[in-house]
């Protein structure tokens, strides 16, 4: 079983849709959880960490959900440029990255 | 702030030889630097971590002889991949934080194809 599952998509959306990613984790231990981005052939990018109490910036909000090893990430008003690969990371004493999630914003 | 650069960002050599890659953390100081793998359609994976002036520590199943890996300074670490085969092509990563357990600062990557 992988350390850090997420479903790989694409999902397909719309313009100004609203879309969620789900991520599930193996390491109860795990101490730190952020979601990257990750745009074709370049290198990840930091989004947002995500906590126990649920955090929000701006259009993006993550959601951690300890006792079930679960985490997610609600997207609202997609834009063209929200297109990308998002990857699930989790922590303990190193970060270990989902395969990612992709997600095509059409007009 | 926080920019870490790598050099190249695109090589292509064959099979047999040796490639050395660059990580450079370019307006900080990096205690740690950690180089990443990245096959086709899957996940980055942890190869080594470094911390300057000592040796890298590996994780499993990655060859310490193959990848070889210098952190000489605190802000620069080398990546070379000695003997390298077509199944090393991949996309190399590495990332820098100012201390161990801090944020990382990913570089843009390198591209390795071996023909």
């Known amino acids: 079983r992988k350390e850090v599952e997420q479903d790989p998509g694409p999902f397909n959306v719309p313009e100004g849709a609203t879309v969620a990613f789900n991520c599930t984790y193996s390491?109860?231990?795990?101490?730190?959880f952020f979601w990257y981005r990750q745009d074709c052939r370049k290198e990840p990018k930091l989004l947002m960490s995500v906590y126990s109490s649920g955090n929000e910036d701006g259009r993006f909000t993550a959601q951690l959900n300890r006792a079930s090893q679960y985490i997610s990430l609600l997207i609202r008003d997609s834009k063209l440029s929200d297109s990308a690969t998002y990857l699930c990371?989790?922590?303990?004493?190193?970060?270990?990255f989902g395969a990612g999630t992709i997600l095509r914003v059409k007009s | 702030g926080a920019v870490v650069s790598q050099h190249p960002s695109r090589v292509i050599c064959k099979s047999g030889t040796s490639v050395k890659i660059e990580c450079r953390s370019l307006d900080f100081q990096a205690t740690t630097m950690f180089w990443y793998r990245q096959f086709p359609k899957q996940s980055l994976m942890l190869m080594a971590t470094s911390n300057e002036g000592s040796k890298a520590t590996y994780e499993q199943g990655v060859e310490k002889d193959k990848f070889l890996i210098n952190h000489a300074s605190l802000t620069l670490s080398t990546l070379t991949v000695t003997s390298a085969h077509p199944e090393d092509s991949s996309f190399y990563i590495c990332s820098a934080s100012k201390r161990a357990g801090d944020e990382q600062y990913f570089g843009p990557g390198t591209r390795l194809t071996v023909t």
């Open positions: 990371v989790v922590s303990g004493n190193k970060l270990v």
């Open positions: 390491n109860s231990a795990s101490q730190s």
